[in-house]
Every structure is written in C-alpha cells, then in structure tokens.
C-alpha cells in the first residue's frame, strides 16, 4: 500500500507570497506541513505579518526573503539566500506577477520589459537557479499562468503574451527537468479582481460568460496547487483552470 504523501519538513518558495493569492497559496501548504519562503519586492510589512502568522501556528517555519525579480542577475542570489536560511527548497511556485492593460498603439518598452520579466522571463531564471536543489529532493514547480494565455483579453497583449510564454516554458521545463523535477500550470479564472486595470462593467461580462456564474476564491487555487504539489506524482507539464468553466468559450 502506497504511503500518504506529506509536506512535512519540506520547503515551499513562493514569489509575491505576501498578499492575495499567493499568501493564500502559503497558508494552504503550510497548512499541509510544507514550511514557506515568502518572497516579497515592496510589501514587506504584508510578507511579515504572514511569517509571523505562519510561525506561530510552526515556530520557524517561515521566512521572508526581498527581490526585485526583474533583475534576473540577482536571481541565483536569491535562491542561495534560501538555502542559507532553509537548508534545502522542494517546491517553487511562480506566483509574482504585473497585470495592467497595454492597448495597442500604447505600448511601450517599459511595459513590455516589466509585463514579459514579471510572468515570464524571471520564472524561467528563477526556475534555472532552482533547479540542482529541486532536483537533489524530486521537487515540484508551479507556475502560475492564467486562461487568457490561450484567449486575449482585450488591451492586454503584452500580458497576455507573456502568459502564453509561460505555458509553452512550463511545458518545456517539465521536459528538460524530467524525471527528478515535475513542472505543472494553474491557470485561475475570476478569482480576486485585478487591483487594476479592469472595470466593474469588464468584472460583470466576466461572469456572465462563467458557467459557474460566480467568482472563485484563493483558496480553490491553494487547493489545486497542493493537489499538483503533493498528491499528483504522475503529471507533469500539464495546466489546470480553475475558472469555473469560463475557458470552455466565451
């Protein structure tokens, strides 16, 4: 008989852990055993209050490392910071993310830099760096994508762009990890409205093109994410929607 997988003693990176989804996505591993590296680039007092949180509940069992990871040179640095401090990494997941409209005709250089560097160039450096200690425990990448990799969102073509990079890196890596290291997507659906860019009329369309006909909320996405983490031992370079069935057609 097969042993009950755990997350005990394991240690989880996730990048822009400090507030909405991705804290959301910490306390749900945690919740499962894994201890979390809660990186942050600005919310520093948010990325504290969670550690802080999390150690109570676990006496040291989270910990907090600042990066800029649009500066990809820094990258290998901050994966050698986590290791000081943890002593091993199981699970990476690429969470941090920019997300504002580029209409066409208004894009510029910074946005594309910012957009591209955010959601898909710094999880391809951060997963490169991460990879030798992933793969000396048989670790895990999540990366998080969005549906609207595979259907534009109106004024988001840079976003969406990157997104869609994304998924074709999560495949990739999934194939040049193979077999120590699985590589997996989620791809969330309305879950927390963007905190810009994205009017009450855009949010109302949104749910009414879902079958479900409601939001969703983080914690359907620290489910599935725990779910490819810990139970899914057999897949890899798949993604998930968790979307309430928008992604059949709108």
Not at 128 to 137: D, E, G, K, R, T
Not at 142 to 164: E, Q, S
Not at 190 to 196: F, G, N
Request: aromatic share 6%.
């Amino acid at each position: 008989m097969t042993a009950t997988p755990t997350l005990n003693g394991k240690w989880a990176l996730i990048t822009g852990a400090a507030k909405r989804i991705g804290a959301q996505v910490a306390v749900h591993l945690h919740d499962a055993g894994a201890n979390i590296a809660i990186h942050y680039r600005g919310s520093a007092d948010e990325a504290r209050q969670l550690a802080d949180k999390l150690n109570a509940v676990r006496l040291n069992s989270a910990a907090i490392f600042q990066a800029d990871l649009n500066q990809t040179e820094l990258l290998p640095d901050l994966i050698a910071k986590v290791m000081d401090r943890c002593g091993r990494l199981d699970i990476l997941v690429n969470n941090a993310s920019s997300f504002y409209p580029t209409p066409l005709g208004e894009i510029s250089d910074s946005d594309w830099d910012d957009l591209v560097g955010s959601n898909l160039k710094a999880p391809l450096f951060l997963s490169q760096a991460a990879f030798p200690h992933l793969q000396a425990h048989g670790g895990v990448i999540i990366n998080m994508l969005d549906i609207h990799a595979r259907r534009p969102l109106r004024d988001h073509i840079v976003y969406g762009t990157a997104k869609a990079g994304l998924e074709m890196l999560t495949r990739s890596l999934a194939r040049e990890m193979a077999p120590k290291v699985r590589v997996n997507g989620v791809s969330p659906g309305a879950i927390l409205w963007p905190e810009q860019g994205m009017s009450e009329e855009l949010q109302a369309k949104i749910i009414r093109e879902t079958p479900l006909a409601r939001n969703g909320n983080p914690d359907d996405i620290g489910s599935c994410i725990l779910y490819l983490v810990r139970d899914a031992t057999f897949v890899t370079g798949q993604n998930i929607a968790v979307d309430g069935g928008r992604s059949l057609g709108w």
